[in-house]
């Protein structure tokens, strides 16, 4: 009795709880010109703005669904069915104390508060469509180095937002990023000053609380000349049987030396789509790097990408994917050389288990007049049973002769003598299946800050938990 | 402490895969303190024996019993022979790419003798001395779980994990094929202190007598088709490496 309680309470999805619901804005389901104008209006925004979302809004509209990743799953998003805007806290804080309780104890389950005292920079925690929370180390204040959420970085920097919004992810580049620049609302906003090194990650912590809510924040890093800045993500929502939305923008921009790290571990309930855009320009001898991890969701697509602009500029996607039952992980990169000397490395791990898909679909790209690239591509796959499903769709476009190109695939199973093996030194199939995996995602939690590498472990021997018939 | 029950009791064992019986019938019984080997042509069902012993989940054991120290192994899983004290050193040992070796006998020593047995100092000088003993780099300790390991470095490896796991009844499978001299006299070495003078078993699966002259065997058992044949004292595997398994086959099919 009490073991399968135990097991019971382990093996489900652990941040699936909901509060109560107690926002103060909340708007009605469906979007239309009016809820755009709306959101602009009462975020008191500069006219350019609230124009560039109203024709964001009319691409969105106009623009067919993509015909790639999941198509059938993308046609049962009902549009109409979202909230659009909701408004939990009337103010962002500085101290957790004067956060609203309920959402303050979300984030203490969440250990964030923790999380930041240990071993943070900084932190903004947004919960549904605003930030709740936002904080940063006052010697980084100091230095000139700007972490903000996004609505206040519009509000105090509207020169700098205003150059480089857009700038990297137009919204036309696609129907959700067109999604995004007509509704977003929240995100973060970080300029790192000139030679400024932030030694310790800064992190931004995405709630969802209310069902069939739509999370569509936004957000743009820019590094300036010779400094760094590692960025970490982290989400979850509750487990609802309706479906949420949740449609990011990243834009980062390394200037020349800069070197920008941005570290995501999303594990959405399975019943949110994750349809994000996320894509960096780095200049001379800057160096940009992406390590995605995808755990949760429903559908996820998120190719996050680098133009490599400048000469002897770095381009590196670490990524894996995780799909369990219903899961479909669409993930991979995209890397487009456009200058000499410049190099990349793409690393995709993924895992299928109980009938779940995951496809890495990348492509990388070498211009022309863009000498002596250097590539490397590596997409493995791990299939835990008959029934789930591993894709790759790499493509790799090279248009200058002199560059290297190297490109590894494969395809494994887990084998009952590996598993007996490990379950003959004491450990039971479930982790032993936890050890296989684990080491399989080893490449990629490596690169991960340490407490957020024991925290995926832990999620992934969660994962192996009651799936053993 | 030591019961009378021999360590390892395997009475008319019959068993299978998809209905093709392997063994036909197992008798063997393993007193405390004692070492026997399993000696037998390939195929005659060796590793079969060890993995049903082990709980190796693709066979079909459809008669007779297996006890460790009196209690009914084949109703437990793997992992809880496995923490009863059954060891097997594998004659593939499989490879985990991504697991550390450090970290992964960490966690056996922990689930098989118990978090305290796996933390400190303690587990730490352990581990150096085995290191030592049979003559492992530490940089071992990073490498991967069998992952691009030379033949001899997995068959040093199951031994490493022999003489932390500390088990009441190790199997050797062929651990001595593809070891050299020296090899072969550290894992007898290992072999040695894990048994002799202590409640513990061993059953040693090879082909060659080199082994068993420097662990002494207290019994040789002749395995073919599933079946023990003969069994006697060591001077019975120097006689099968003379001359071969034919005249005992041709025995074996005469009383038949
Ligand atoms: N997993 C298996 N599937 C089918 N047949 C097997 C399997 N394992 C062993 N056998 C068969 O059982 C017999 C004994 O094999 P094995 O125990 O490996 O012999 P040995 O270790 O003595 O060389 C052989 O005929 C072998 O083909
Ligand atoms: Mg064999």
């Not at chain 1, 000397?341 to 995951?358: E, F």
Request: with cysteine.
């Amino acid at each position: 009795m009490a073991a399968t309680e135990a097991r019971e309470a382990v093996g489900e999805y652990k941040a699936g709880w909901h509060d109560p619901e107690n926002a103060t804005i909340r708007f009605d389901f469906g979007l239309s010109e009016q809820v755009v104008r709306d959101i602009s209006a009462l975020k008191n925004e500069p006219e350019w703005m609230t124009e560039l979302r109203v024709k964001a809004f009319h691409h969105f509209d106009n623009r067919p669904m993509p015909t790639w990743g999941n198509m059938s799953m993308l046609e049962e998003i009902d549009f109409d069915k979202v909230c659009y805007y909701l408004r939990s806290s009337d103010a962002t804080e500085k101290d957790w104390e004067d956060v609203p309780e309920d959402i303050r104890n979300t984030f203490d389950k969440l250990g964030i508060p923790e999380a930041e005292q240990k071993w943070l920079s900084g932190v903004t925690a947004q919960y549904e469509s605003e930030a709740v929370y936002h904080s940063i180390r006052e010697d980084l204040e100091q230095q000139g180095v700007i972490f903000l959420d996004m609505d206040s970085g519009l509000r105090e920097y509207p020169e700098l937002v205003k150059k480089w919004f857009c700038s990297v992810v137009p919204y036309q580049d696609n129907k959700f990023s067109a999604l995004n620049t007509a509704v977003w609302s929240g995100g973060s906003f970080i300029y790192v000053p000139k030679g400024v090194h932030v030694e310790m990650p800064v992190q931004a912590y995405f709630r969802i609380n209310a069902k069939n809510m739509g999370q569509f924040e936004r957000t743009l890093i820019i590094a300036d000349e010779g400094s760094s800045i590692h960025y970490v993500e982290g989400c979850t929502a509750p487990t609802y049987s309706t479906d949420s939305l949740h449609s990011a923008v990243v834009e980062l921009i390394a200037l020349p030396g800069a070197h920008i790290r941005y570290s995501t571990v999303q594990n959405w309930s399975t019943n949110v789509y994750n349809l994000v855009t996320k894509r960096g320009i780095a200049h001379e001898n800057a160096k940009i790097e992406w390590v995605d991890g995808n755990i949760g969701s429903k559908l996820t697509m998120k190719y996050p990408a680098v133009i490599l602009k400048g000469e002897g500029s770095h381009a590196e996607v670490i990524s894996v994917a995780y799909s369990g039952k219903g899961q479909h992980q669409d993930a991979g990169a995209k890397i487009h050389h456009l200058a000499s000397n410049t190099t990349s490395k793409i690393l995709s791990k993924s895992i299928s288990k109980d009938g779940g898909r995951g496809s890495y679909r990348g492509m990388v790209s070498v211009s022309p007049k863009a000498e002596n690239c250097k590539l490397n591509v590596v997409c493995d796959a791990l299939i835990l049973d008959d029934g789930s499903r591993s894709d790759t769709y790499p493509t790799m476009e090279v248009a200058n002769p002199s560059a290297r190109c190297e490109h590894e695939a494969s395809v494994s199973k887990v084998s009952d003598e590996q598993v007996f093996y490990l379950m003959s030194r004491g450990h039971s199939e479930e982790e032993a299946l936890a050890m296989i995996v684990n080491g399989f995602f080893e490449p990629f939690t490596r690169e991960l800050p340490m407490e957020y590498a024991v925290e995926l472990n832990k999620l992934m021997a969660l994962e192996m938990e009651g799936s053993i018939g | 402490m030591a019961s009378d029950k021999p360590v390892l009791e395997i009475s008319n064992l019959h068993a299978g895969i998809d209905d093709t019986p392997i063994l036909r019938g197992i008798n063997l019984e393993i007193p405390a303190g004692e070492v026997h080997a399993i000696m037998g042509r390939n195929g005659s069902g060796k590793t079969t024996t060890a993995n049903i012993i082990m709980g190796h989940p693709d066979f079909d054991v459809t008669d007779g019993s297996v006890d460790l120290d009196g209690e009914d192994l084949l109703e437990m899983e793997p992992w809880e022979r496995a923490r009863e004290g059954v060891f097997l050193s594998f004659q593939y040992p499989q490879a985990v790419p991504g697991l550390q070796v450090g970290n992964f006998l960490r966690k056996s020593v922990a689930a098989i003798r118990g978090e305290d047995a796996a933390k400190g100092a303690e587990f730490r000088k352990t581990l150096k001395d085995a290191m030592t003993e049979l003559d492992i780099d530490r940089s071992f300790l990073g490498r991967y779980v069998n992952d691009g390991f030379s033949g001899g470095e997995k068959k040093r490896f199951e031994i490493l994990q022999l003489m932390l796991l500390q088990p009441k009844l190790a199997i050797l499978d062929e651990t001595d094929s593809g070891l050299d001299i020296d090899g072969i006299r550290t894992v007898a070495k290992g072999i040695n202190a894990a048994v002799r003078g202590t409640d513990s078993g061993a059953l040693i699966i090879t082909h060659y007598s080199r082994i068993l002259e420097h662990v002494q065997p207290d019994k040789v058992h002749v395995l073919i088709k599933g079946r023990i044949v003969k069994s006697g004292g060591p001077e019975l595997a120097l006689e099968l490496e003379e001359r071969g398994y034919e005249w005992l086959e041709t025995e074996a099919a005469n009383s038949a």
